[in-house]
């Protein structure tokens, strides 16, 4: 199975193609309030697994909606993770824990490709995004306390650069701007959508 990477040019991957492009050094991350990234000092370290199930018919990515009463990030669209604890041996462990607990993903079914560059939040973390692919088929018990939802998007669709956006909110009383990339009824947005950007712009770089 291949994938195609839209850009300023038109290429396709395959799984080792992916492997090779993930394994060179990650480029530094963007935002979608590009400037406003905050210094690492102080920010909590945390991981997310970027998860790509290798579906016959075409590749897709997983997400999790989170449920809405919970404190933070209530009803967002996000990847399956969370902050480090004392016990986790680097970024790859947080990340497969965080994914079993949330979702019952079994780590041992998921196979590291590769990891992007931290992505800095304004909420205080460092995020490392770890990326994952899953071999179907799936076996997922997720969380109801956590995740309202799991669902699939077509990785094709969120690596072609048409389809991401710029918005702007009011945050703590400035406008601020960030990435969103809407699939449906779904809005992806925010860090998420920030670190889907990253995943393109690593893949794209690492093909010149």
């Keep these: 199975m291949r994938v195609r990477l839209i850009h300023e040019r038109v290429e396709e991957l395959d799984l080792g193609e992916l492997r090779r492009r993930l394994g060179a050094e990650p480029l530094a991350a963007v935002y979608g309030d590009q400037g406003a990234e905050r210094d690492a000092a102080g920010l909590?370290?945390?991981s997310v697994l970027m998860p790509i199930v290798l579906r016959s018919g075409a590749w897709t990515m997983l997400f999790t909606r989170r449920t809405e009463h919970l404190r933070s990030?209530?009803?967002?669209i996000s990847f399956p993770g969370g902050r480090a604890e004392p016990g986790d041996s680097g970024p790859e462990a947080t990340a497969l824990r965080e994914s079993q607990e949330e979702l019952g993903l079994e780590p041992t079914k998921v196979e590291l490709v590769g990891r992007l560059a931290e992505y800095r939040t304004r909420t205080g973390f460092r995020i490392t995004p770890?990326?994952?692919v899953l071999h179907p088929p799936l076996e997922l018990h997720p969380d109801a306390e956590e995740v309202e939802e799991a669902f699939e998007v077509p990785l094709a669709f969120l690596l072609d650069a048409r389809n991401y956006q710029r918005h702007s909110r009011l945050f703590e009383g400035k406008l601020r701007n960030f990435f969103a990339i809407p699939?449906?009824?779904y809005y992806i947005w925010g860090a998420t959508a920030g670190m889907l950007v990253n995943l393109h712009r690593q893949l794209v770089r690492a093909g010149i």
């Design 130 to 132: 770890v990326v994952g």
């Design 44 to 46: 909590r370290p945390a």
């Design 73 to 76: 990030h209530a009803g967002q």
């Design 183 to 185: 699939y449906g009824d």
